[in-house]
């Protein structure tokens, strides 16, 4: 059974920094990725990275701003984010694809449940 567990949401100050990780299981994946969803808004590609290579791909609004790696040693992946915004408020959720990196959904095929990510102004 594939399952995927994010952790390190939470709430932080405008201009503070977050790493969220998620392990991981159950089966080996090609790509592995986050997307956010604001409170009455879409599902929004965030980052993903391909498992063997390390070639990464990022939203033009979190470029500069996030780092994603993964360790495959443990399984987990994770995204590092500096100088955060109140826009950056949202679930944030980690997913993972058999097939290529890309930022649409459809491409991803298991979901975390996400962590929720508040920045205050």
């Known amino acids: 059974q594939v399952q995927l567990v994010e952790s390190g949401g939470g709430l932080v100050q405008a201009g503070g920094s977050l790493r969220l990780s998620c392990a991981a299981s159950?089966?080996?994946?090609?790509?592995m990725g986050w997307f956010r969803q604001a409170p009455g808004k879409e599902r929004e590609f965030v980052s993903a990275i391909t498992w063997i290579g390390g070639s990464t791909r990022y939203a033009d609004s979190m470029k500069g701003r996030c780092t994603i790696s993964r360790d495959r040693a443990k399984n987990t992946v994770y995204l590092q984010m500096l100088s955060l915004k109140p826009e950056d408020t949202a679930v944030y959720y980690c997913t993972a694809a058999r097939g290529v990196l890309a930022a649409s959904e459809a491409a991803y095929d298991y979901w975390g449940q996400g962590t929720q990510v508040t920045v205050s102004s």
């Open positions: 159950g089966r080996t994946f090609n790509a």
